[in-house]
């Protein structure tokens, strides 16, 4: 079965930092690529980052490029998302999903969250900015 579990939310001041962490089991790490979105309230879904464990490539959106930085640990199957400089506007419930780089790549570019092909949303974990 595949699982993503999702951890490392909270409550941080605007400009502080979190570290997201994504377990995966269940499927080939390096087969898939894996993504982080995020669903702010009254919002739709939306890819922020995704990763190509097997060869490290990784893409991000506009709106978080340079603050946010996405990394795997393909001995551990998990991936991270280290989030600096953060804004009110990255409230969010924030989940991870794996899925063909190409799909994760596309959502990202667009802004899109799609439902992922391997497996289903996690229960995602909230963090929340405050000003």
């Known amino acids: 079965e595949v699982q993503l579990v999702e951890s490392g939310g909270g409550l941080v001041q605007a400009g502080g930092s979190l570290r997201l962490s994504c377990v995966t089991s269940?499927?080939?790490?390096?087969?898939?690529?894996i993504g982080w979105f995020r669903q702010a309230p009254g919002k739709e879904r939306e890819g922020v980052s995704c990763?190509?464990?097997?060869?490290?490539?990784?893409y991000y959106a506009n709106t978080v490029k340079g603050r946010f930085t996405i990394s795997s640990d393909n001995a551990k199957n998990t991936v991270y998302l280290q989030m600096d400089g953060l804004k009110p506007e990255d409230t969010a419930i924030y989940y991870c999903?794996?899925?063909?780089?190409?799909?994760?790549?596309?959502?990202?570019?667009?802004?899109?969250?799609?439902?992922?092909?391997?497996?289903?949303w996690g229960q995602g974990t909230q963090v929340t900015v405050s000003s």
């Open positions: 999903a794996a899925d063909h780089l190409v799909s994760l790549k596309f959502d990202v570019v667009h802004g899109l969250g799609r439902s992922p092909t391997a497996g289903s």
């Open positions: 990763i190509s464990p097997a060869d490290g490539s990784t």
């Open positions: 269940g499927f080939s790490f390096e087969d898939y690529g």
